[in-house]
């Protein structure tokens, strides 16, 4: 059975830092990207970061510079440290995995951020 399951989301105040982990388990093939993404009510769901089975990461224009996506591969277990967190960061973020030329979703954790 898939599973992802995310972690570290929370309040905490502008200029923050906080750190999410997605692990994931229960997958018959191999994990290819795994991503964060965020949304917030009324808007669309938005790609924050992403990283490759090798590592290559891609940034939305908003984080960089701020956030950095990592990944343990013998965890399954991707990272997003988020630092200089600003109000606007704050969101409900879910994680993303690729398997199998399917994606799957974590249920998401909200992070918010004060001013």
């Known amino acids: 059975q898939v599973k992802l399951v995310e972690s570290g989301g929370g309040l905490v105040q502008a200029g923050g830092t906080l750190t999410l982990s997605c692990a994931a388990s229960?997958?018959?093939?191999?994990?290819?990207?795994m991503g964060w993404y965020r949304q917030v009510p009324g808007k669309q769901r938005e790609l924050v970061a992403r990283?490759?089975?090798?590592?290559?990461?891609n940034y939305a224009d908003s984080v960089k510079g701020r956030f950095t996506i990592s990944r343990d591969n013998a965890k399954n277990t991707a990272y997003l440290q988020m630092n200089s967190l600003k109000p606007e960061d704050t969101a409900v973020y879910y994680c993303l995995v690729n398997s199998g030329l399917r994606d799957y979703w974590g249920r998401g954790t909200q992070v918010t951020v004060s001013s």
């Open positions: 229960g997958f018959s093939s191999s994990i290819n990207a």
């Open positions: 990283i490759t089975g090798v590592r290559t990461t």
